[in-house]
């Protein structure tokens, strides 16, 4: 269930802004944005070694990470491939929530884990709702999947 009070989301927005991994979202939202966004994202622990959501998953949540670590990999039929860590300030889940196709990879926390979870769901009441920030919610994925795609060594890692 979703929270009808705004959530703190102070740690969330620290690392996303401080964060210096190449293919990390840079912070286009102002501080009223995060606020009027809060009431939509959910509260996500992960412990070390739990699943997110895996590889041929259908759903289409954006995931927003706030600390801890987590590996995006798939299985072939030799082993396990990771294809990327990622950490504070990371989001995942860019792949399927844009082209609305099974999730490409199993993304499991390599340490315990916070996230803030966007479900496509909520993401179509955004829009709705407050336009400017749907488009800004695009925006910071968008340079995501943009960046992933880019990256010839982890192209496949957008999940």
Same mark, same amino acid.
């Given at each position: 269930?979703?929270?009808?009070?705004?959530?703190?989301?102070?740690?969330?927005?620290?690392?996303?802004?401080?964060?210096?991994?190449? #293919?990390?979202?840079?912070?286009?939202?102002?501080?009223?944005?995060?606020?009027?966004?809060?009431?939509?994202?959910?509260?996500?622990?992960?412990?070390?070694?739990?699943?997110?959501?895996?590889?041929?998953?259908? #759903?289409?949540?954006? $995931?927003?990470?706030? $600390?801890?670590?987590?590996?995006?990999? $798939?299985?072939?039929?030799?082993?396990?491939?990771?294809?990327?860590?990622?950490?504070?300030?990371?989001?995942?889940?860019?792949?399927?929530?844009?082209?609305?196709?099974?999730?490409?990879?199993?993304?499991?926390?390599?340490?315990?884990?916070?996230?803030?979870?966007?479900?496509?769901?909520?993401?179509?009441?955004?829009?709705?709702?407050?336009?400017?920030?749907?488009?800004?919610?695009?925006?910071?994925?968008?340079?995501?999947?943009?960046?992933?795609?880019?990256?010839?060594?982890?192209?496949?890692?957008?999940?």
């Amino acid at each position: 269930m979703f929270a009808s009070t705004p959530q703190d989301l102070s740690a969330l927005v620290q690392a996303m802004t401080t964060s210096v991994a190449t #293919d990390t979202a840079q912070n286009v939202l102002s501080a009223a944005q995060w606020e009027l966004l809060a009431p939509y994202l959910q509260p996500i622990n992960l412990a070390a070694s739990e699943v997110l959501f895996a590889e041929g998953a259908l #759903d289409r949540n954006l $995931y927003m990470v706030e $600390y801890g670590s987590l590996s995006v990999h $798939y299985q072939d039929s030799k082993e396990r491939i990771r294809l990327a860590l990622v950490g504070p300030g990371a989001i995942v889940g860019e792949g399927a929530f844009f082209a609305h196709r099974p999730r490409k990879a199993t993304v499991q926390a390599a340490a315990p884990s916070r996230l803030w979870c966007l479900t496509a769901l909520r993401y179509s009441e955004i829009a709705n709702r407050q336009p400017a920030l749907a488009l800004a919610l695009l925006t910071m994925a968008g340079q995501v999947l943009a960046r992933r795609a880019g990256d010839s060594r982890r192209r496949v890692a957008s999940t």
